[in-house]
């Protein structure tokens, strides 16, 4: 199973008083890779949210290696690892993107970068009234079928 | 017409990588003035958001005077200038809170402490589906006319 | 080894479009209380960052069980699981304090409210500059022994 | 005197319980921008901020017309209006960005989409570590009169 790419710049609003990303932000970085990676099965909508149903962070854990810094460009990575009906298992990590004149060794996450943070983020879908699980749109799940 | 003050204690989470509270967060702490501030007049809700109406920032300025560090207490304060129907306009400014063994000198602002962030904003009560202006609810406009 | 408390409100600005808390910002929420917690065997300065060391979050585990909505009064607690001379581990969970007219039941948990997000932080002191481990500091040390 | 302009999109992390994007955003997004408008000038270091000096807001207002939504894409303007030795005054609007399948009509505000939010920051670079007025770099000193 392939995995989803998405380049994120570290802007002042992401650091904090230690001169480093916010460790909080990492998640948001997360999660804008969550968004875009599922726009890619989208035809039209929104599967994050949409009127029914919205997609909410079930439990996550994550371990923070190395520290990004201001003006950083970081790579946040999707990587399906199980899904249900109604909830989604992903890995995700933060990479620094090496300098584009850094040699390339060929293996994998050098080809990225830097591990800076590494994640596991289970969501779930639910009811947006109610706030209870619900079935994910099917289009979703046939995405994630063809995977 | 008497001014409301609201302590606000500043954490890690506010501050930037110039090692200061990272500017946009002042507009934070004065909107959490204004909800307390309108929790006065409340008798069980909350008048900034309820199911049909909820206040918006309509216009803001500010000026920033000097910084906020990590862990200062600073105060947030809430003036009423003007109201109508279905708008407000009030002075918000930040201080430092002097520390309790700074010999108090007996003016207004310094019986605060230092000013660090002037602001004026302005919000406007809209209906919560379509955006669009609404009257705000009889017994905030009351507590108002009361101030 | 008793358990520290601290409150939290939520604000417009924790909120997302779900209606909800963002879920990132439970994290924030724990990191205040663990300010708070340090604060207490402080003798005028902060143990979070100081001019040579700072502690930063080295691994999280988090489970969002209930959404917290806006305007609820949350309680955020801290209890040390295990410290060595670098690093401390927390459980931290976020409670939505119960109406002072409920009528207590008496557990401990239910003494505090409903549970909303349950969490395990390990955070590690590094060096400001270098972002290296480091010792922490003598007196939280010896104030974690006294715990 | 050309305006530059840099695409943002709208995830969940800028949202609140309104539904809409928490008005505070639209100031982060603006510094976004105002970061790789500078970025142009730059010879490999970042004028935002580098170790002996950064840039500040001095001031700010801004004027919210309408509401951006979840996943919109949003265009944030940056535009010199006058600048000295140490400070830059801009106007910084957003758009939201017209769909591609939308007629243009030509005009250059419709080109980029409708008017969301109106601003006017005024920078001031300050030395890093006293925080006080400083010139603001050369290089950038001479780009700003290139435009």
Partial sequence: MSRFEWPVRVYIEDTDAGGIVYYVNYLKYMERARTEFFRKFDSGGNYIADDKSMFV???LNSQYLKPAKLDDTLIA????IKYGKANISM???????????EQSTGSEIEAVGELLCRGEV???CVDRRMIKPRRMPLELLAGLKDL
């Fill in 57 to 59: 962070v079930h439990s």
């Fill in 77 to 80: 990575t999707v990587k399906v």
């Fill in 122 to 124: 289970k969501i779930a």
């Fill in 91 to 101: 890995e995700q990590n933060i990479y620094r993107q090496r300098d584009v004149d």
